[in-house]
């Protein structure tokens, strides 16, 4: 695999030809690369997931050529120009993170990101309808107000992320990992969680009519404030859930199980609790 990122270096570098201190640079950018694609392979990540991760955070070659020093070429056993390289890539790679970071207000229509690392990026306010993130890295992303219209994260890390105000309709969160997810003020209509890992997510004020969590563990999350209207919840088993001023008459709760706390809020909703177990 050291040979292929070396490779993968040798392309991204060859139409900007000899510069100073290029072999040094793409020695220090192969130790980098090579040290994250262990990491992964060490976080469980198969060979071919860890090398497209590792390529996926290599950012943009243009900021990373504006960073490095052209006015010296390197001399043998030259320390500060060494340090000065170590520096500027050290840079370039910040100034990377934080350009790919910032998509929001952005027409990303049917944009597919499956496999990404999009960790803490920015997308609020974007059009992204019918894109693809399955199995992406979005920890702590934020989606704010973005039109989502159909589109897919299965599979993908969604922890800390934001939807807030957003439009989520159709769209499928099939496999995903949600939690502490913030769903609040979205519409969720026809929304999919198959499977699902839903855990400190919060869904209040937002719109799940039809929406369907059966047989789905679902713990600390809240759903206060929200439309459950024919929302099912068939087989799925609900630990300290938060129903506060919801509209749960209308929601499918047969073979659920539940704590008493949780089972206390759905009763003062008015819910059909027939067939509910408490656990």
């Given at each position: ?25 793409l020695?220090?950018l ?6 994250k ?13 860890a090398y ?23 001399k043998t ?8 390289v ?9 100034a ?5 970071s ?13 496999d ?6 920015d ?19 934020k ?7 159909r ?10 992320a ?46 799940v009519?039809?929406v369907?969590?059966?047989?789905l563990?679902?713990?600390g999350?809240?759903f206060d404030g ?13 630990r ?6 919801s ?7 047969a073979?659920?199980k ?6 206390a809020?759905?009763k003062?909703a ?6 509910v177990e408490?656990?």
């Amino acid at each position: 695999m050291e040979d292929k990122l070396k490779k993968f270096l040798d392309t991204a570098f060859a139409p900007y030809g000899d510069f100073p201190a290029k072999s040094d640079v793409l020695s220090e950018l192969h130790a980098n690369l090579v040290e994250k694609y262990n990491d992964l392979r060490t976080q469980g990540k198969a060979e071919d997931e860890a090398y497209q991760a590792t390529v996926d955070s290599f950012g943009d070659v243009d900021e990373i050529m504006e960073q490095l020093p052209h006015s010296k070429t390197k001399k043998t056993g030259d320390d500060d120009d060494e340090s000065s390289v170590r520096k500027a890539l050290k840079n370039a790679f910040r100034a990377a993170k934080a350009s790919r970071s910032k998509f929001s207000s952005s027409d990303l229509k049917q944009s597919d990101l499956s496999d990404s690392n999009l960790g803490e990026s920015d997308f609020s306010f974007s059009a992204l309808s019918e894109s693809k993130f399955d199995r992406s890295d979005l920890h702590e992303a934020k989606f704010r107000g973005a039109d989502l219209r159909r589109s897919t994260f299965e599979g993908a890390n969604l922890t800390d992320a934001s939807f807030a105000g957003s439009d989520l309709t159709d769209t499928s969160f099939d496999g995903a990992n949600l939690t502490n997810t913030k769903f609040s003020a979205s519409a969720l209509k026809g929304a999919s969680f198959e499977g699902a890992a839903i855990n400190g997510t919060i869904f209040r004020h937002s719109d799940v009519s039809g929406v369907v969590f059966d047989g789905l563990v679902i713990e600390g999350a809240n759903f206060d404030g929200t439309s459950l209207r024919k929302a099912s919840f068939k087989g799925a088993t609900l630990r300290d859930v938060s129903f506060h001023h919801s509209d749960a008459k209308h929601a499918i709760l047969a073979g659920a199980k539940m704590d008493k706390v949780t089972y206390a809020l759905l009763k003062g909703a008015k819910a059909n609790l027939d067939g509910v177990e408490l656990i």
